[in-house]
């Protein structure tokens, strides 16, 4: 009988202290706001390699397989650090923009010798020595012949280690610094690795018979 009237007073309090962590923790959950919100894009596009014959890729997709529920909250802790836009979308325009600058981006998917199917794995801070921050980006790549329907992957890994700052807008700087240094580097050891020569040059439509 004692035992059961402890249970009946012990339950509420502990569904209480329950409820009481579950209102810690929203409160804790950093909220986005101008201040906390990083615009990431290169400062100058990467240059691609140079081809064995003229080519032209079209971006048709970039999905993100991070299967991180809140894709543009790069840090929860110092208040959050967020994106701007979804990391997908970031490493899409960067691509394009580095394709366009050298002039091998196709108008659109029909005229393309190559479709590009970019995946993103990891986009933002990983873990670091605790002074230092340490930026991922992690790609693969299906790079598609239309005309014949085979396709390759290409995986591209870029890292970037940042020194620590203490001050929030010098922290904020950093991690800008550090993402889109990691983002370039991705992007430029896929354009400019050998993985990608080799799945063009495997991929490339054989010519017809004559006859």
Known sequence: ???QRLRALVTPLVAFLGTGCLWSLAAKEPTQTPENTL?????EPVKPQSFSRPVKFFVKNA???SGDPQPILVMRGRGGVFLDREPKEIVREALQDS????????????????VLTV???????????????????????????????KSQEVTALGTSIEKF?????????RVQANLEESLGNALRNFL????????????????????
Do not use: C, W
């Open 63 to 65: 999905i993100d397989r």
């Open 99 to 114: 394709l366009k600058a050298a002039g091998l981006l196709a108008a659109d998917e029909a005229s393309a010798d190559y």
């Open 39 to 43: 615009s990431v894009k290169l400062a």
């Open 192 to 211: 400019r690795g050998t993985k990608l020569r080799e799945a063009v040059d495997s991929l490339a439509q054989s010519p017809s018979p004559q006859g």
């Open 165 to 173: 700052a203490v001050r929030k807008k010098n922290f904020m700087a």
């Open 119 to 149: 995946y993103v794995f990891h986009f933002g801070l990983d873990e670091g020595s605790g002074m230092e921050l340490y930026a991922k980006v992690d790609l693969n790549v299906v790079v598609k012949n239309p005309q014949t329907g």
């Open 1 to 3: 009988m004692a035992q």
